[in-house]
């Protein structure tokens, strides 16, 4: 199946670079083109990846503090330089 219409990239293939060592969609970008045309294969290509959900969306739209919940808070953030 194709994740990539514009340069022809099929699932087989993302799945074979993640294999090789891309964790993102910009380092799948890197090895085979897929996603820098019209962008509209890069969700798909996070879910292969794994990445489709967001951990601090789903905080944010549960209303909850998105920083203190992941970060550890502003604390870890240390003063501008």
């Known amino acids: 199946m194709y994740v ?4 022809g990239v099929t699932e087989a293939q993302v799945k074979q670079h ?3 060592g891309a964790a993102t969609p910009r ?8 996603g820098t045309d019209c962008g509209s294969c890069v969700r798909r290509i996070q879910a292969i990846l794994g990445r489709g ?3 601090r969306r789903e905080l944010a739209d549960q209303g909850r503090p998105v920083l203190s919940e992941i970060d550890g808070g502003l604390d870890g953030l240390g003063e501008a330089a």
């Open 4 to 7: 990539c219409s514009c340069f």
């Open 18 to 20: 993640a294999e090789d």
């Open 27 to 34: 380092q799948i970008a890197s090895a085979c083109k897929a």
């Open 53 to 55: 959900a967001c951990p």
